[in-house]
């Protein structure tokens, strides 16, 4: 059973930086998807940003796109998240999932596994 455990959420100010981690176990992450995925409070949980690792094609929402990077420690089954210019707007529990990837893409519905996330909370 796949076991993914975040680490590297905190309160900071906008304009300041962090970075997620996401450890995997019990799961290889070459040749799969990775993903960080966000639910704001009282909101959906949204698609943040993704890798497919057998081809290293990433996709990061609109939002985001420009101040996020989501990147792999492929010695250490570690998947990463650095986050640049934090906008009171990121505020959101931060959660890592893994998945199938189906050629070059990592489609949502296919992501199987969850970690327990981490809050991220930015202040203005």
């Known amino acids: 059973q796949v076991q993914l455990v975040e680490s590297g959420g905190g309160s900071v100010q906008a304009g300041g930086s962090l970075r997620l981690s996401c450890a995997a176990s019990?799961?290889?992450?070459?040749?799969?998807?990775m993903g960080w995925f966000r639910q704001p409070p009282g909101k959906e949980r949204e698609r943040v940003a993704v890798?497919?690792?057998?081809?290293?094609?990433?996709e990061y929402a609109y939002s985001v796109k420009g101040r996020f990077t989501i990147s792999i420690t492929y010695a250490q089954n570690t998947v990463y998240l650095q986050m640049n210019s934090l906008k009171p707007e990121d505020t959101a529990m931060y959660y890592c999932?893994?998945?199938?990837?189906?050629?070059?893409?990592?489609?949502?519905?296919?992501?199987?596994?969850w970690g327990q996330g981490t809050q991220v909370t930015v202040s203005s």
């Open positions: 890798i497919a690792t057998g081809v290293g094609r990433t």
């Open positions: 999932a893994a998945g199938r990837q189906f050629g070059v893409y990592c489609y949502t519905e296919n992501f199987y596994a």
């Open positions: 019990r799961y290889t992450i070459d040749n799969n998807c």
